[in-house]
């Protein structure tokens, strides 16, 4: 294994060179489960799913997949689709699909149709703060967003929000990412993103709504970072995280300072809200490359550092927060990666995939072929992430999946990494299309599901737990979340089936699970 090492550059002193901990082996299996979200007609021009997110929708303890897509045929644009597709958990590797059309054709001006274009972007937040989690959707060149509404029993609710207060032909915004964060501290998270790689319209390089009562009166808050603030396009990558320890997020993004040109890179952080006058403090640096993604990696408690995604897929960079009012210094680069989609670069999702309590960075190359083993590539945090291992081995093979060249989206956000089975270490989750005329969401199990015990490893003790609790359902004496594997709320065949099928599996060499694995 080639080690590559980000070095660490703390309070300006020169870096530091650090011992090494071995990570614990990746538990990640091969064997992808793939799910078609659309089988796409020849007559259609162009297809692809633009956005994929991973969360507990109807609050059953199961996670639920958000996938947005669309296929356009643009001989008959009346015929095309744009759909948001909900995936709600039924057990392991069981799901319930729900659809939402997102497509308002216009028969009398084509021009004024919602989502004429097609879907951008899918964000997960609460803005209602009435505890669970609500959805909105951004346009691939539009003026129009969707926000749905959860009413609870896997109903939602969809409400049409125009940023710039009416429908327009225009194509105005194509939001490279949304993220969904609490800014102020009121409960209620706002939806925050980029309105355009190229342009700022209306001098807005960020769109941010909120609502202090209900989903119905969501609107744009019109905060903005001034003073100190650089004219900035090209803005692909955007982060939200607390990035000067004050227990607030923050919003930094990625961007070029050189209009028109993409050829003089930047990273912006608006830090210190000020809802009163509605202000962020400014500050920003110069990265070493053009990038396409930005990842907050939270490993410290004094802040998250940044890490900078190179816009050729080749390298990263990590810039480090040195715990004194959020500044960040350059950390080092890993360079020697895939290398797959030059000028469109890779998406990247901060998530601890082996275990150790360190948020590792995994990253899905934005286009690739069915050839490529390497479209998913995973670099590992180690010492708190004060170094970084690229896993040059690839733990899993994307070879049969395609993301074409000509995909139109700049930058589909099409990777998540989350629990999916509550078998405590996060599955990864990513789209994939067309291939050979499939749009399809691709998961790999992570870590054994069939471990209720949490030992390490699965085996008679797993199926007597299973059995002791055989019948019993949440609220009776004995009952044991644990056994429920598929999470239906009760002990039962599809949780004796899952480990029955997982018998023998320990991904630790030792057989011996650390003591976080416990349930």
């Known amino acids: 294994m080639i080690r590559t090492v980000l070095p660490a550059i703390l309070g300006g002193l020169a870096p530091i060179a650090l011992g090494l901990t071995p990570n614990p082996p990746l538990t990640i299996d091969p064997v992808p489960q793939v799910i078609q979200i659309a089988a796409i007609d020849p007559r259609f021009d162009e297809a692809v799913i633009s956005g994929v997110a991973v969360e507990d929708f109807d609050g059953d303890g199961r996670m639920d997949i958000a996938v947005v897509w669309f296929a356009t045929d643009d001989q008959d644009r009346a015929t095309s689709t744009r759909t948001l597709s909900l995936l709600f958990g039924a057990g392991v ?82 939001p490279p990412e949304v993220i969904c964060k609490d800014l102020d501290g009121d409960g209620r998270d706002e939806a925050i993103y980029l309105v355009d790689p190229v342009f700022q319209i209306n001098s807005d390089v ?123 210094v350059f950390g080092g680069q890993a360079t020697g990666l895939a290398a797959l989609a030059a000028n469109r670069g890779m998406h990247g999702v901060a998530s601890d995939i082996d275990g150790d309590g360190d948020r590792d960075v995994v990253i899905k190359h934005l286009f690739g072929n069915s050839a490529n083993t390497r479209q998913i590539q995973i670099l590992r945090a180690e010492t708190g992430g004060l170094d970084w291992t690229l896993e040059t081995a690839a733990p899993i093979s994307t070879v049969g999946f395609t993301d074409p060249p000509d995909n139109p989206i700049l930058r589909p956000n099409t990777l998540a990494v989350r629990d999916l089975w509550g078998n405590t270490l996060p ?35 797993d199926l007597t737990g299973i059995l002791s609790g055989f019948g019993l359902c949440a609220g009776d004496p004995g009952f044991s979340q644990g056994a429920d594997v598929d999470r239906d709320g009760c002990v039962g065949l599809g949780d004796l089936n899952a480990v029955l099928a997982d018998l023998g599996c320990s991904p630790f060499p030792t057989g011996v699970a650390p003591a976080r694995r416990n349930k």
């Open 206 to 328: 960020v769109h941010i709504w909120r609502t202090t009562s209900d989903m119905a009166n969501l609107r744009l808050t019109g905060w903005e970072g001034l003073d100190g603030g650089v004219f900035v396009q090209w803005t692909r990558g955007l982060a939200v995280d607390d990035i000067d320890g004050d227990g607030r997020p923050d919003v930094c993004f990625t961007g070029s300072i050189n209009p028109p040109n993409e050829d003089d890179p930047v990273v912006v952080c608006w830090t210190d809200l000020n809802v009163t006058s509605g202000q962020f403090a400014v500050s920003y640096v110069i990265p070493g490359t053009l990038a396409s993604d930005l990842v907050s990696v939270r490993n410290r408690a004094c802040g998250a550092d940044l890490m900078v995604l190179g816009i050729n897929g080749d390298r990263v960079e990590l810039w480090k927060n040195v715990c004194d009012d959020g500044e960040v």
């Open 427 to 461: 599955e990864i989750v990513a789209a994939f299309g067309p291939t050979q005329g499939r749009l399809e969401l691709v998961f790999w199990t992570s870590g054994c599901v069939g471990d209720i015990s949490g030992d390490g490893i699965v085996d008679l003790l």
């Open 93 to 174: 590797g069981e799901f319930v699909r729900q659809d939402y059309n997102l497509y308002q054709y216009n028969q009398i001006l084509e021009a004024l149709s919602v989502f004429r274009n097609g879907p951008g972007g899918v964000g997960v937040g609460d803005f209602d703060g009435d505890g669970d989690r609500d959805i909105i959707v951004t346009p691939y060149f539009g003026d129009e967003v969707w926000f749905f509404e959860n009413l609870g029993a896997r109903q939602f609710t969809g409400r049409l929000k125009f940023p710039f207060g009416t429908n327009t032909t225009g194509n105005f915004i194509t």
